[in-house]
């Protein structure tokens, strides 16, 4: 499970060891439109599908109905024409289906704004003008403001 090396146990000296799994899940956006109780995930390599939902249940106690997973293969780029390939590496995708009654929707990091809208060049001006009067600094030539 782990590949962290811990050190041998010595007699008399009694030591507490935590052995943590290399296991992680990391939660992404759909890439096509999908129904609302079904979740995608990132997850390692090394996870099964009953991992992913025992992970699921025990830590943050969700209790997913199916699992699904696949390997999404890494992107292929040439560099410098033909001489030099170089691969993105593979990603294992979990698709978690939730109960019917739960719905996820990923939220929205960074929703547009319609309330803003351009500033005009009035408005620019008005700004640096604001600016320059803010930033008058004794003994300093007229040209020397930014």
């Known amino acids: 499970m782990s590949t962290r090396w811990y050190p041998i146990y ?3 000296n009694p030591q507490l060891r935590i052995f943590l799994p290399n296991f992680w899940l ?8 999908q129904p ?7 997850c390692s390599m090394e996870m099964s599908r009953y991992d992913v939902a025992n992970y ?12 699904r997973t696949r390997i999404a293969l ?3 780029k040439q560099l ?29 990091l960074f929703p547009k704004d319609e309330s803003k809208k351009e500033p005009t060049l009035d408005d620019t001006k008005k700004e640096f003008q604001s600016y320059l009067a803010d930033c008058k600094e004794p003994n300093t030539p007229g040209w020397f403001r930014i």
């Open 10 to 12: 010595q007699r008399g």
């Open 26 to 33: 990391k939660l992404v956006p759909p890439e096509y439109k």
């Open 36 to 42: 609302k109780n079904i979740v995608q995930f990132q």
């Open 56 to 67: 699921l249940k025990k830590i943050y106690n969700v209790k997913p109905i199916e699992v």
């Open 74 to 76: 890494g992107k292929i």
């Open 80 to 108: 410098h024409g033909n001489q030099y390939v170089i691969k993105d590496d593979d990603v294992k995708i979990a698709y978690v289906v939730l109960d019917k009654n739960q719905s996820f929707t990923f939220p929205d």
